[in-house]
Structure formats: structure tokens, C-alpha cells
């Protein structure tokens, strides 16, 4: 159960540390491995590797957005729209299908998250939350792990070759901090009851949809504490959306696309 992020930035970095981290990886697996498990698939079935489709950067304006006087530039989206096409693409392939991806559908959604992005940034520093330099360290760990890089130096190298320079990380870091401050403010203290926690379990051995031969699920009790970090995750969540409607009714916002 990953920790939900709401600055969008954060988690295009972390996507785009582990295409990175995966690159040579990945070169050496094909050869090795899919190449041949890819021939035997294409053998069977009689059909070719879906190739991966491209992104349409065309026509993209130069300030895609604006948020209470605070531009959202055309290198801010085509940054995120490349890694959320490429995800999408990536899932549906997983899910064998071959419907192609709306992409006018898909950069409005790009453009509508960037947007809640930055009104959440900006309450967060009106309301004067801060971020410490230990909280900031703390993160940079995580993204460490995450991508299963040794150093430092390694994790901010990785990251300026695809354009992100080491100041601008830890400025979105401090912005995802302050953020997460905000979330937390907004939720208040979330205790969730056993009763809630088995409603849950049960609704997720409902849609698993045991069948005959698998091996036994998880008990209540094994998944209790990830159950507790989802059920967290689903209550900041809401009180995310309903913040953000409620920061859109006063807001100037405007967006180009």
C-alpha cells in the first residue's frame, strides 16, 4: 500500500526515477528473457508485440493553465502528460487491450490534476505549514529505496539527466511536505474501527473472488495494519477532493487547452 501523494510532480519523479533505474535492466531482459517468452506468445497466438503508441505533444500551449496568477507551463505538463500517456499505455497493454488511448480526454485530466496540484500548494503556504530539514532528508530516503539507488548523488544525477535539477527536487519535496501537512490538517485524527476494517476485508475477498485451486487469502488479522493504511489513505483522499472543490469556488482558474 503506497503512501497516497497529492502533488502530482512527486510522483512523476518517482516514475520517472524507476524508467530510469530499469533502462539497462530492461535492455539486458529483452534479450534474455521477454524477447524470446514474446516470440513464443507471438508463435502461439499468431500475433505480434503491440507496439507502444506515442504521445501528442502537438499544439500544446505555452502557459497551459493558470491558477490564481501562477502559470502551469507547457515543459510543467508535457513532463507529466509523457509519464501519465506512458502509464496508460502500459496498463492497457497489460490488460491486453488495444483500444486506442483518448489523449484529448487524457491531457484534461493531465491539466485538471496539475491545476488541483497547485491549489493545494497554495493553501499549504498560506496556511504557513513548513518543512523541516530532517522531513525533507526523510523523503529523499524514500525515493532512494523506492528506486534502489545507493546515494544521493546517484538519485540527483538520475534526475537532472531527465531535466530535473537538484534544487527544483528538493523545492517540489518541501511543497509535497507542506502538503501532506495540509491533508493531515484537513482529516484530523482518522482510528478506524474493527468493524470498518472487516467491512473492507470482506469487500476485497468479495472482488478477489476466491476460486477453486488458489491458495488461502490473508487473514483479517495478517492484513490488518495494511487495511488500516488503506482505509487512512481513503479518508485523506476525500477530504482532499472535497478541499480542493471547495478551494475551486473561490479560485481564478483558467485553463488553455
Given at each position: 500500500?503506497?503512501?497516497?501523494?497529492?502533488?502530482?510532480?512527486?510522483?512523476?519523479?518517482?516514475f520517472?526515477?524507476?524508467?530510469?533505474?530499469?533502462?539497462?535492466?530492461?535492455?539486458?531482459?529483452?534479450?534474455?528473457?521477454?524477447?524470446?517468452?514474446?516470440?513464443?506468445?507471438?508463435a502461439?497466438?499468431?500475433?505480434?508485440?503491440?507496439?507502444?503508441?506515442?504521445?501528442?505533444?502537438?499544439?500544446?500551449?505555452?502557459?497551459?493553465?493558470?491558477?490564481?496568477?501562477?502559470?502551469?507551463?507547457?515543459?510543467?505538463?508535457?513532463?507529466?502528460?509523457?509519464?501519465?500517456?506512458?502509464?496508460?499505455?502500459?496498463?492497457?497493454?497489460?490488460?491486453?487491450?488495444?483500444?486506442?488511448?483518448?489523449?484529448?480526454?487524457?491531457?484534461?485530466?493531465?491539466?485538471?490534476?496539475?491545476?488541483?496540484?497547485?491549489l493545494?500548494?497554495?493553501?499549504?503556504?498560506?496556511?504557513?505549514?513548513?518543512?523541516?530539514?530532517?522531513?525533507?532528508?526523510?523523503?529523499?530516503?524514500?525515493?532512494?529505496?523506492?528506486?534502489?539507488?545507493?546515494?544521493?548523488?546517484?538519485?540527483?544525477?538520475?534526475?537532472?539527466e531527465?531535466?530535473?535539477?537538484?534544487d527544483?527536487?528538493?523545492?517540489?519535496?518541501?511543497?509535497?511536505?507542506?502538503?501532506?501537512?495540509?491533508?493531515?490538517?484537513?482529516?484530523?485524527?482518522?482510528?478506524?474501527?474493527?468493524?470498518?476494517?472487516q467491512?473492507?476485508?470482506?469487500?476485497?475477498?468479495?472482488q478477489?473472488?476466491?476460486?477453486?485451486g488458489e491458495?488461502?487469502?490473508?487473514?483479517?488479522?495478517?492484513l490488518?495494519?495494511?487495511?488500516e493504511?488503506?482505509?487512512?489513505?481513503?479518508?485523506?483522499?476525500?477530504?482532499?477532493?472535497?478541499?480542493?472543490e471547495?478551494?475551486?469556488?473561490?479560485?481564478?482558474?483558467?485553463i488553455?487547452?
Open positions: 500500500m503506497k503512501k497516497w501523494l497529492s502533488t502530482l510532480s512527486i510522483m512523476t519523479l518517482i520517472v526515477l524507476g524508467a530510469c533505474n530499469n533502462d539497462s535492466e530492461s535492455e539486458e531482459d529483452t534479450q534474455n528473457a521477454e524477447a524470446p517468452q514474446e516470440e513464443d506468445a507471438a502461439e497466438n499468431g500475433e505480434e508485440a503491440m507496439e507502444m503508441p506515442e504521445p501528442d505533444l502537438e499544439g500544446i500551449p505555452e502557459v497551459v493553465a493558470e491558477v490564481n496568477g501562477e502559470e502551469i507551463t507547457q515543459e510543467d505538463f508535457t513532463q507529466t502528460y509523457e509519464s501519465q500517456f506512458q502509464q496508460t499505455a502500459m496498463q492497457q497493454q497489460m490488460m491486453g487491450g488495444g483500444e486506442e488511448i483518448n489523449q484529448d480526454e487524457l491531457k484534461q485530466q493531465v491539466a485538471d490534476m496539475l491545476v488541483n496540484q497547485e493545494l500548494a497554495q493553501e499549504a503556504e498560506n496556511r504557513d505549514f513548513t518543512a523541516g530539514e530532517d522531513e525533507v532528508n526523510e523523503m529523499v530516503d524514500q525515493m532512494l529505496e523506492q528506486n534502489g539507488m545507493e546515494n544521493r548523488d546517484e538519485l540527483f544525477a538520475a534526475l537532472d531527465q531535466g530535473l535539477p537538484e527544483e527536487v528538493m523545492n517540489l519535496l518541501e511543497t509535497q511536505i507542506k502538503v501532506d501537512q495540509l491533508i493531515e490538517d484537513e482529516s484530523g485524527e482518522i482510528e478506524p474501527t474493527d468493524e470498518e476494517l467491512e473492507m476485508y470482506d469487500q476485497m475477498q468479495e478477489q473472488g476466491q476460486t477453486e491458495e488461502e487469502p490473508p487473514s483479517f488479522e495478517e490488518k495494519p495494511q487495511l493504511q488503506q482505509f487512512v489513505m481513503q479518508k485523506q483522499g476525500e477530504a482532499t477532493q472535497a478541499l480542493i471547495q478551494l475551486k469556488e473561490d479560485a481564478d482558474t483558467t488553455h487547452l
